[in-house]
């Protein structure tokens, strides 16, 4: 995978192109193979081998080494289309107001057979970030072409091994970054059942992850002036709180309690749920509040509430 995806990017109609290739601590004949596509093409291809700490901290070990005006972030199992520089550089050349451009995703299997075209939202055209991204993220990280003064702007990746992209892309959202949309297919995520960067995470590490994930987004969305009362932050509620309840499962009590008093303030007004679920937790403490609503939920099958938004998947919460 690793040779195709570094492939799709030396097919690239556009030049001149830099490829960085960081090896994040493989311990398989990954970082071998790195090298061996350097030493082939050494003109374009660099290798950096650093010590493992997840897609965020490999993504800006990148981040700092590229020399180049605009920055594409590409994972290994992922795939460029030929003409996605050629075309998003134009479209951002052609619209200087905007720091980001982005066009249609499809979803592939190893074969190279579609599955869905286009993927998530990525055939939408959006201004700005928000308010979609807190309804879900809504395209991949190969998706968009970024200024690479909007990476500068951003400051570094952070070191979450869960939903780093997420959380970036929120700071980057505060900023107010305007997008330009390519209403054209220019890349591939592939579906695979081979290992990827976050399985085998554990219940712990997700749920702390999505605890910072979730303070990330609130606070990036009121920098951005995200209304209180709009759909999107109606929704941030109901998953900020949900994600309340799934860190008191994993006893998480400081990450339940910071993610419901996020719900509290997203939701403008906290409902009588919101109420009595904040009582419960103050009175018999978090972790115990979070198995007992989850043994009510699963007794009373509940479903999605109506202020719960389709995801861009077409599932809900």
Known sequence: MLRQAVGSVLAQSYRPIEIIIVDDGSTDATGAEADQLAAKYPDEISVLHIDNGGAGLAREAGRIT???????????????????????VAALRAHPECG???????????????????????????????????????????????????????????????SEDWEYEARIAALGIKLVHCPEFLSDTRQHADERITSGSSTFAHCRDMARLVASLYAAAIKAGVAIDSPEMKHFSRWAFLEA???SLAELAAEAEACFDIAVQASGRPDKTLRLYGFMARLLGWCMAGRITSLLER????????????LSWGDKE
């Open 66 to 88: 590229a020399r180049g005006e605009f920055i594409q972030y590409l994972d290994s199992d992922d795939l460029l289309l030929p003409e996605k520089f050629s075309v998003q």
């Open 100 to 162: 980001i451009a982005y066009g249609y995703t499809r979803l592939t299997d190893i074969d190279g057979n579609i599955l869905k075209a286009p993927y998530k939202w990525t055939d939408r055209p959006f201004d700005r970030l928000f308010p979609a991204l807190l309804v879900d993220r809504w395209w991949n990280t190969h998706t968009p072409l970024f200024r690479r003064s909007v990476c500068d702007a951003t400051g570094p990746w952070s070191d979450m091994r869960m």
């Open 245 to 247: 309840r799934r860190a």
């Open 299 to 310: 007794v009373l099958k509940r479903a999605p509430g109506e202020k719960t938004q389709s």
